[in-house]
């Protein structure tokens, strides 16, 4: 399938793979950049006038259906949605108070939920909804354990809709550790996971996965070797594991000094 005249809805797109993913496509497509940024979508907007963009914290109740709005007053149809806002905290477990958690959740798994939701109610021709998932839906950093199980939950939801026989619409993506603006809001100093990638890799190999209608795209093709070796040697695992515990525990006792 060709990535050209769609009507696509990106959120997350003032930086980090949703920007890029902007780069991209706006040439060839009709954009609607979300985005809680109001500096980073003007950027956006001025570096490509003929996008559309919408200034939203996806947070706050009802927001899916107003970014919902502002596309069908648009357009007929949405062809692609890349759900692609998300958050992350860097730290213990036990730090992580009830409102940060529940909006981790909301964000990484509620509103890609609604989303999915809406789009079937609205819509009877096909669409393709791209929700960036994580690496750490399979691997659990240490550090990261919100975020890991918000991942985790997604991938399983994903997974239910699919056992349903439901799903050719959806497709999650896992990508590694990127290097984006998400490490300096997790966290100050934060440690980042092995391997590291660029958001404009991570959004090229997005996009090859989604012209092929892909349901599940890696863009790391070295954590993706891993996860298939690991099945044979499961001591790839614990051994990760180990080896970013001991950054986190640095990272720790680094804290703890200042």
Do not use: C
């Not at 958050?87 to 108070?97: C, K, L, M, P």
């Amino acid at each position: 399938m060709s990535i050209s005249n769609k009507n696509i809805v990106i959120t997350g797109a003032a930086s980090g793979i949703g920007k890029a993913l902007v780069q991209k496509l706006a040439k060839d497509n009709s954009i609607l950049a979300v985005d809680i940024s109001e500096e980073g979508l003007k950027f956006l907007q001025k570096v490509y006038p003929e996008i559309m963009v919408v200034h939203i914290d996806l947070l706050e109740e009802g927001a899916v259906e107003e970014v919902m709005e502002k596309a069908f007053a648009m357009w007929n149809t949405v062809d692609m949605y890349f759900a692609n806002a998300g958050f992350g905290t860097y730290g213990h477990w036990h730090e992580v108070d009830e409102k940060k958690l529940e909006d981790i959740f909301r964000i990484n798994v509620t509103v890609p939920f609604l989303t999915g939701k809406a789009l079937k109610k609205r819509q009877s021709s096909p669409f393709r909804l791209i929700v960036t998932a994580s690496a750490v839906s399979y691997w659990t950093v240490p550090g990261y354990s919100v975020y890991s199980a918000s991942k985790a939950a997604m991938h399983q939801l994903a997974e239910g809709i699919r056992a349903e026989g439901d799903g050719d619409w959806l497709t999650l993506v896992y990508p590694a550790s990127t290097a984006t603006s998400f490490f300096v809001m997790a966290g100050k100093n934060i440690p980042q996971a092995y391997p590291v990638q660029s958001a404009e890799r991570a959004a090229e190999y997005m996009l090859k996965g989604v012209a092929k209608n892909k349901k599940y795209i890696y863009p790391s093709t070295l954590f993706r070797f891993v996860l298939l070796v690991n099945r044979w040697i499961p001591l790839i695992k614990p051994l990760y594991t180990l080896f970013e515990r001991r950054k986190f525990q640095a990272w720790s006792n680094l804290r703890a000094s200042n």
